[in-house]
């Protein structure tokens, strides 16, 4: 295993930026594979905070005895398949090189961090840090501080910033549609009655649409009355975690009426919460209805920006001219900073792959066999890349990811078992197969009102060359209907894939 970090803990070893948590309950999150770590192992808070996941993470790679296998600080900068040999040949960015002959992809969905292109951004004297790549520790108390970016982290960045910071400054760009989160402890009885359930809240888990606690209600908005309905939404948005936008009546985010209804609702929230109406107004979306972004689950966001020390800049109206050595110019003022915040967010989904050179059969190059958007087998094979293997890479569903990537991670073992067994040198996907899968993936989404909106969900990155146009980048099915199929092609003995 080869890691860039000096820790482990992938996302949750490097995006370490004040007030990072989990948006899906704890219990849902830990690894399900060891009976022994679920009964040793004592979540805290119903959504872990940065700090409790790392260690989390820590005590698996310690329980399990990984480190031995793990080589920390390895960028992996090219990875080029030889056929002569059928195996990869990967390049560390310190030039170290490696042969295999499987190779195994995890390198995150939510990876590879963009800064924001706006001129100057080198020239600032002060402090300026990407949530991405926080240093420890970073002390705003008293500080001038700005933020860029109100994506779900920038929402817990700035929610605990304003805490402590002498003026907080918010630069941004496009509202959210944010929902209560309603963390709290968890005390020692309740932690058993959750290991109790475990067995339970696991099968729930495989039966959601994403892999969430949370299940879509069978009832259409329009089959209840509007009292039935407001009183549902109150219900959901006092109850902690994703409900409000997994647990909604079916259809929300394919009818555009119901997903106007639910938005409406949730607007009229903001603006009892946010005094100042100019501010409530700034703060609504009016460029995409609620859950067709992801949802920022928020613990006091919208008070924030009650406190008389936070100031909103709406950049979509004042656009930032460039970061000056002193602060940021938008196109009406210059303003001062002690500490800038980039919460600008990632090249999603591709781009971890993007910047690694990979390239395949013939040398063809994987990131212009997906210029146009990815194409694979499952969102684990590609054809053209033989015995490469990809753990919740492009074309794979979004939602609670361990949940998801326990099962792939089992899919692709059985069939390196299966390989094994039969002494195969080459495993890969047949032409024909990825052709008809990328199909699905794309007839999946039809419909489906996120893939009118520009968001990293559909591989939008305004700060990445190439990213500018939509694209289905993620398999909409959900996650009964992925593990059907994939069990079906275990079933069928792999023939959609071409071994040898
Ligand atoms: P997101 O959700 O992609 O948010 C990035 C934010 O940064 C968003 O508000 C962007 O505005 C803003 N942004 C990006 N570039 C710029 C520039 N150049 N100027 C101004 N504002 C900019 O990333 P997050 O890190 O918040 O969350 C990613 C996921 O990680 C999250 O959904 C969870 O699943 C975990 P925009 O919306 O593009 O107008």
Redo the contacts with the bound molecule.
């Keep these: 295993m080869f890691e860039t970090g000096t820790g482990v803990g992938g996302t949750w070893y490097w995006n370490r930026y004040p007030g990072a948590r989990f948006?899906s309950e704890s219990w849902t999150y830990g690894y399900s594979f060891s009976q022994e770590l679920l009964d040793e192992w004592n979540w805290e808070e119903h959504f872990a905070g940065q700090p409790e996941t790392e260690r989390y993470l820590n005590y698996v790679a310690d329980k399990f005895d990984l480190r031995r296998d793990i080589r920390l600080k390895s960028r992996v900068t090219a990875a080029h398949y030889q056929e002569e040999t059928r195996s990869w040949d990967l390049t560390m960015e310190d030039g170290r090189r490696y042969r295999t002959r499987l190779l195994i992809t995890a390198a995150g969905v939510?990876s590879a961090a963009?800064m924001?292109?706006?001129a100057g951004v080198g020239t600032f004297l002060g402090q300026s840090c990407h949530?991405?790549y926080w240093p420890k520790p970073v002390s705003f108390q008293g500080k001038r501080v700005a933020v860029?970016?109100?994506?779900?982290?920038?929402?817990q960045t700035i929610t605990e910033v304003a805490k402590t910071a002498g003026h907080l400054t918010v630069?941004?760009?496009?509202p959210?549609c944010c929902a209560p989160l309603h963390n709290a402890k968890i005390g020692k009885d309740e932690m058993s009655r959750i290991r109790g359930n475990n067995p339970e809240i696991f099968a729930r888990c495989q039966e959601t649409y994403g892999c969430f606690i949370h299940a879509t209600d069978p009832r259409a908005t329009h089959e209840v009355t509007q009292e039935e309905r407001e009183a549902f939404w109150e219900k959901l948005c006092g109850a902690p975690g994703f409900g409000i936008w997994m647990g909604n009546f079916r259809g929300i985010l394919v009818d555009r009426a119901a997903n106007k209804l639910i938005s409406d609702f949730l607007a009229r929230k903001i603006r009892q919460r946010v005094k100042d109406p100019a501010v409530a107004e700034k703060l609504i979306p009016k460029n995409h209805g609620f859950g067709t972004?992801?949802v920022?689950l928020e613990s006091g966001f919208y008070e924030v920006y009650n406190q008389p020390d936070v100031k909103p800049v709406d950049?979509s109206e004042t656009p930032?001219d460039r970061i000056t050595p002193t602060g940021i110019k938008t196109s009406d003022c210059e303003y001062e900073f002690d500490l800038i915040v980039y919460?600008?967010?990632?090249d999603?989904i591709t781009g971890a792959f993007d910047r690694i050179d990979i390239r395949g059969v013939g040398g063809v190059s994987l990131k212009d066999k997906w210029r146009d958007g990815p194409q694979t087998f499952l969102g684990i094979l590609v054809d053209g890349f033989p015995n490469m293997l990809m753990v919740m890479g492009p074309h794979a569903g979004l939602g609670n990811f361990p949940r998801a990537l326990e099962y792939t991670a089992d899919w692709v073992t059985g069939l390196i078992r299966f390989a094994h067994g039969r002494a195969l040198t080459r495993v890969e996907a047949t032409a024909a197969s990825a052709v008809a899968w990328t199909e699905h993936v794309i007839e999946s989404s039809e419909g489906l009102l996120f893939t009118e909106v520009?968001?990293?969900m559909t591989g939008?990155?305004?700060?990445v060359d190439g990213k500018q146009v939509r694209r289905i980048m993620r398999y909409s099915g959900g996650h009964p209907a992925f593990r059907k199929r994939c069990d079906a092609v275990t079933a069928d003995g792999y023939r959609e894939l071409t071994l040898d």
């Design positions: 948006n939510l963009t924001p292109r706006i949530t991405h860029i970016g109100t994506g779900a982290t920038g929402v630069f941004q760009r496009t959210q972004r992801r920022p950049i930032i919460a600008t967010g990632f999603a520009d968001s990293w939008i990155s305004r700060n």
